[in-house]
């Protein structure tokens, strides 16, 4: 590929989490887990004389993507139909927006790997409503299809891009924000195994250095990361080799065989044309106030970028800790709890980042479902800052509260987990382990002191790992030099 230069724009469909569907008063069902067709009624079926009507929750929703992209939002609003004939829309048309969609001339800034940022321009947002999902069955010879239209009706957002990006890792760094975004804007789960975000990629190449765009192709309906990637990158092999081989890159709109990783043509060329778009009859031009866009802009939760950064800058966090911190909003709000309930935020994201984290992906849960909570994590902290336990006993603590959900210190009090730090007792200690080990102090004292750590070691054990050790360290010191000098 060093011949040539990679160009690639995205359209990313993201379903949207209203309470009901975009034209009908059904319910938004889990596409995967509810029974075929338990939400559906005579407007998503496509009935004739069914009317449409707006749902308004969805344009809020819209809006808040759009404003979260750096878009204009357009105060006059057409819906379009755009007509095909299929049956995972009983309509033969879906109802989308075209010449005057919601949003409009954003931008989004990705991070690349060299620490560089690059911004990448979106064209357009506009709603849309989710197909049905139809299920090819081939049985001893026999074929036919499944048709479920629970989704069939599911408020849709297309997020478009200007073909903007040069390398997969730029369309893999954009994708992965924008699923970022649109889960800590509430507007979708970001499951991608449920099929709630969808990207197409659309790709061409061009001799490095012209600034002319080549032909285009367009991978549909790539439901990961990793087809994505796949997708992309194939298409980028092959169309150099065809360029190459003295052949022409024809438009088309392609699939992406996951098993056997290549792309295959799906249909000729399908212009817009194709599609006789043309406004809802249906449906009213929708005005948008200015003061409702300015209440949306208003609610906005902070987004992952400003919150990275003000981590760093706020709490002292290095850029790893925030941006892992980050990441998804359930996460960052919990930490932001702990840091509320009185947690030094740099001892709070190491004990979330090295410890509870681990103890999470072991159980395989989330943030939001473990039973230890931010003030809880608070008060391990200042066990240890108290020095009531070490550091390592309070991992043992933590990985206990993780399980039970009790307090650190009622854990610290029925374990009789609270360290020795009374000098005469750990002075006993001490004393015992060098009476115990007359070898090894007499190989200290001719000079091998890096024994002190294997006497530290036998008294934590003795202790069972309750001694303070900083206190350990300084009676052994003592007592060492006290036999050297006998
Ligand atoms: P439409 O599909 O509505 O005709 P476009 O073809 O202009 O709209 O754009 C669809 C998507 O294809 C956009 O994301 C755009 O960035 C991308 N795109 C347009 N031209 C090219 C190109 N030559 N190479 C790669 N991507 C392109
Ligand atoms: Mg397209
Ligand atoms: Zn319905």
């Not at 849960?365 to 309070?394: C, D, F, H, R, Y």
Request: glycine fraction near 8%; include cysteine.
């Amino acid at each position: 590929m060093t011949k040539y230069e990679a160009v690639i724009g995205l359209e990313i469909h993201a379903e949207m989490m209203t309470a009901s569907k975009m034209f009908c008063g059904c319910r938004v069902v889990d596409s995967v887990e509810a029974e075929p067709n338990t939400a559906v009624c005579p407007v998503c079926l496509g009935m004739p004389g069914m009317l449409p009507v707006i749902n308004k929750q969805a344009i809020e929703l819209a809006m808040r993507v759009g404003l979260a992209l750096n878009c204009e939002i357009q105060p006059y609003n057409v819906f379009a139909r755009k007509n095909y004939f299929y049956p995972d829309l009983a309509k033969s048309y879906q109802i989308s927006q075209y010449e005057e969609p919601i949003a409009v001339n954003g931008w989004l800034d990705i991070d690349l790997e060299d620490g560089e940022r690059k911004r990448i321009r979106v064209r357009r947002v506009h709603m849309e409503e989710d197909t049905g999902k139809l299920t090819h069955v081939a049985e001893g010879g026999e074929r036919h299809s499944l048709v479920d239209y629970n989704r069939a009706g599911v408020p849709l957002l297309e997020i478009v891009s200007e073909p903007d990006m040069r390398s997969v890792e730029e369309a893999r760094a954009y994708a992965t924000k924008i699923r970022q975004i649109v889960r800590y804007l509430a507007v979708n789960t970001g499951d991608m195994e449920k099929g709630v975000i969808r990207f197409e990629s659309n790709v061409s190449v061009r001799p490095r250095g012209s600034d002319e765009f080549g032909t285009r192709t367009e991978v549909k309906n790539l439901n990961s990361f990793r087809a994505l990637v796949g997708a992309t990158a194939y298409e980028l092999v092959r169309q150099a080799e065809v360029i190459d081989g003295g052949g022409k890159i024809e438009q088309d709109t392609l699939g992406w065989d996951e098993s056997k990783e290549v792309t295959f043509s799906q249909r000729s060329k399908e212009d817009a044309h194709d599609y006789r778009y043309f406004p809802e009859p249906d449906l009213p031009p929708l005005q948008i106030e200015a003061s409702w866009i300015e209440a949306v802009g208003a609610s906005l939760p902070e987004l992952p970028e400003a919150k990275m950064a003000r981590y760093e800058a706020e709490y002292g966090l290095g850029a790893y800790e925030a941006g892992v911190l980050t990441e998804e909003r359930p996460v960052a709000e919990w930490f932001e709890a702990a840091v509320a309930a009185g947690g030094e935020p740099k001892q709070v994201a190491n004990w979330v980042l090295n410890h509870l984290f681990s103890l999470m992906n072991e159980a395989k849960l989330g943030i939001e479902e473990i039973k230890v909570g931010p003030a809880q994590l608070v008060g391990l902290i200042g066990l240890v800052e108290k020095k009531t336990i070490n550091s390592n006993t309070g991992k043992d603590v933590l990985a206990a509260m993780f399980a039970t959900g009790a307090e650190a210190a009622e854990i610290v009090e029925k374990k009789g987990l609270a360290q020795i730090s009374d000098t005469d007792a750990l002075a006993a200690m001490v004393a015992q382990v060098l009476a115990d080990n007359p070898d090894n102090v007499a190989r200290y004292l001719e000079g091998q002191t890096k024994l002190q750590g294997w006497f530290v070691g036998q008294v934590m054990k003795a202790s069972r790992g309750k001694a303070n050790p900083g206190v350990v360290n300084q009676l052994l010191a003592a007592q060492l030099a006290e036999l050297a000098n006998s």
